[in-house]
């Protein structure tokens, strides 16, 4: 696929560099990555080390630490950047001096979008990534070669599918064509940016779907009305799947394993269709699941294709990942940040054999905290002990005036749970090696840079 080709016919110019500002994000570095294998220089910055700056400077680019306007010059023929950049960023001034292109990181996803025949744009508040995951991996067991541009996963083909996942945070999936879409669920998120709340959001995802072409296919979560309020007026195809009567593809039977693992029956219209399993706990992967079936069935794949790929799938990366059990105890990393995503983590936590469940969060964005503050607090009733990490944010000043220890506080007068705020991590990998026991269950959560910790742990555990 011409991405070259696909850049000059927007640019007007031929494209050889590329510098990403901000290339150590989940999706910056993949996108990184994907053009250093389409043959372009790759330069870009961050403003900390990590692990995908090193795996990108072992590929061949370069990877500044620290956002400098001398990072910049003349040689460099476009300038991407993601959304949490601001105009005073230093480098976007130079860029502009430079009079450089530039091109928002879901502006740069679209032209990447516009080279491939078959689209899968998978959106929804939670479940994207999984959800996407589950859909790369059914086309790759098919042998369709998907390129893939996911939070956990970024892999570059020549194949007829891209598979996306489709943030609706600043409408970035608005810029993205798509012959097949997946809405996995909506919920108030990203208030920053959509003020106008729930009724603003539904907008988006309808205009998100009204992109699938008449031919296309809209595939989403019939037993939400929110949901179904998207789907009115659109003339593509579309197929419901969830857990009640009346979905196109509805999970029944529904048995779960001591690790919390679904075997169902699916009903298509309402007729038995096949029996599976899978290889990851919880409900809303038997929905995740349903979403990647709703595609197997859109492109005929056969069903022991999807049998053999939701079987033998482990989740995405930071999805409820096992980091390591020493010592007889268990560390998990999840990338959960919304209160919903935490609450679903913590319950899947529950379902474990534990003594103790540490809960180790870091939230992300002030507005998010301020919106959400009691849904936090809420997220974390089961844990045993919780420590908070101070909240994270790259893109917003604190103006609600709120902190971690005000969600401490309100957690331990509510539940008597134990909380703390620990800001550096070592030091909160010093506390839990003191104190965490032989049968404890550590759950390190947050969708930033809070994993570390996990790693950290398992390393310092003797």
Not at 101 to 118: C, M, V
Not at 318 to 343: C, G, M, S, W
Request: charged share 25%; hydrophobic share 40%; net charge negative.
């Amino acid at each position: 696929m011409d991405m070259k080709g696909e850049l000059l016919k927007q640019f007007g110019k031929e494209i050889r560099k590329i510098y990403f500002i901000g290339i150590g994000g989940s999706s910056m570095h993949g996108l990184a990555e994907m053009a250093v294998m389409q043959g372009f220089t790759v330069e870009g910055s961050d403003m900390k080390d990590s692990q995908y700056a090193e795996n990108l400077r072992a590929l061949g680019a370069t990877v500044y630490i620290g956002q400098k306007a001398e990072n910049l010059s003349d040689s460099i023929d476009l300038v991407v950047y993601t959304a949490a950049i601001r105009a005073e960023n230093p480098e976007m001034i130079r860029a502009k001096e430079l009079n450089l292109p530039l091109a928002e990181r879901a502006t740069y996803l679209g032209f990447l979008s516009h080279i491939y025949p078959e689209t899968t744009g998978i959106s929804g508040t939670h479940g994207k990534t999984t959800t996407s995951a589950m859909v790369a991996e059914l086309l790759t067991n098919d042998g369709r070669r998907p390129c893939v541009s996911t939070g956990d996963r970024h892999a570059w083909s020549d194949g007829e599918h891209l598979v996306i996942e489709s943030c609706e945070y600043v409408d970035s999936f608005l810029r993205t064509t798509h012959n097949v879409g997946i809405i996995t669920n909506i919920e108030e998120d990203h208030l920053d940016y959509f003020k106008g709340g729930l009724p603003q959001i539904k907008e988006s995802f309808h205009k998100f779907a009204a992109i699938i072409p008449d031919s296309g296919i809209l595939i989403y979560w019939g037993d939400s009305r929110d949901v179904l309020d998207v789907t009115e007026g659109l003339t593509c195809h579309l197929l419901s799947f969830g857990l009640n009567a009346g979905n196109d593809l509805q999970a029944a039977n529904v048995v779960y394993s001591e690790s919390g693992c679904a075997s169902f029956d699916v009903l298509y219209k309402g007729a038995y269709f096949d029996h599976f399993t899978l290889g990851v706990p919880g409900q809303h992967n038997v929905l995740n699941a349903l979403a990647a079936i709703g595609v197997a069935l859109y492109y005929g794949i056969h069903r022991d294709v999807v049998e053999k790929t939701l079987d033998g799938f482990r989740g995405a990366n930071r999805r409820f990942q096992v980091v390591a059990r020493k010592n007889d105890i268990t560390i998990i990393e999840d990338y959960a940040h919304h209160p919903t995503e935490l609450k679903v983590t913590v319950d899947c936590c529950r379902k474990l054999p534990y003594k103790k469940l540490w809960v180790v969060f870091q939230a992300h964005t002030y507005s998010r905290v301020y919106y959400f503050f009691n849904e936090f607090v809420d997220a974390f009733e089961g844990a045993d002990r919780v420590i908070l990490d101070e909240i994270y944010s790259d893109r917003e000043s604190n103006q609600w005036n709120i902190y971690s220890k005000d969600v401490a506080a309100k957690v331990e007068e509510k539940f008597g749970i134990p909380s703390i705020v620990i800001h550096e991590f070592d030091d909160i990998v010093d506390y839990l090696k003191k104190n965490v026991e032989p049968g404890d269950l550590v759950l390190v959560a947050g969708s930033q840079t809070i994993n570390k910790v996990a790693y950290l742990l398992a390393d310092a555990i003797e």
